[in-house]
């Protein structure tokens, strides 16, 4: 079972900018797609963004398109989300996740080990 622990989140400004980093244990890290969501208070978890195995092909919320990018490090067994233009509506816990195929989906239930979260909150 791969073990994925978030680390990068915490209070921002509106306007500005965090990195979210999921490091993943295991060697099996490059096989599978992975994903990223969130959870706002008193709201159900929602799709940010997800990438491909190989990192060619990527996938994003239309909340977030222009704003955040998703990539991975196959070598470090990591994968990122940099976070620009942060705003309000942004606040919420960011989980990663790992998918249980090679490409990008959007459906929570294509994936099938999930990090704890890191809290983003983002003040107006």
């Known amino acids: 079972q791969v073990q994925l622990v978030e680390s990068g989140g915490g209070l921002v400004q509106a306007g500005g900018s965090l990195r979210l980093s999921c490091a993943a244990s295991?060697?099996?890290?490059?096989?599978?797609?992975m994903g990223w969501f969130r959870q706002a208070p008193g709201k159900e978890r929602e799709f940010v963004a997800s990438i491909s195995r190989n990192g060619g092909t990527t996938s994003y919320a239309d909340s977030v398109k222009g704003r955040f990018t998703i990539s991975r490090d196959n070598g470090k067994n990591t994968v990122y989300l940099q976070m620009n233009s942060l705003k309000p509506e942004d606040t919420a816990i960011y989980y990663c996740?790992?998918?249980?195929?090679?490409?990008?989906?959007?459906?929570?239930?294509?994936?099938?080990?999930w990090g704890r979260g890191t809290q983003v909150t983002v003040s107006s």
């Open positions: 996740a790992r998918g249980m195929g090679v490409l990008t989906i959007r459906a929570s239930a294509g994936y099938d080990s």
């Open positions: 295991g060697r099996s890290f490059s096989s599978f797609a």
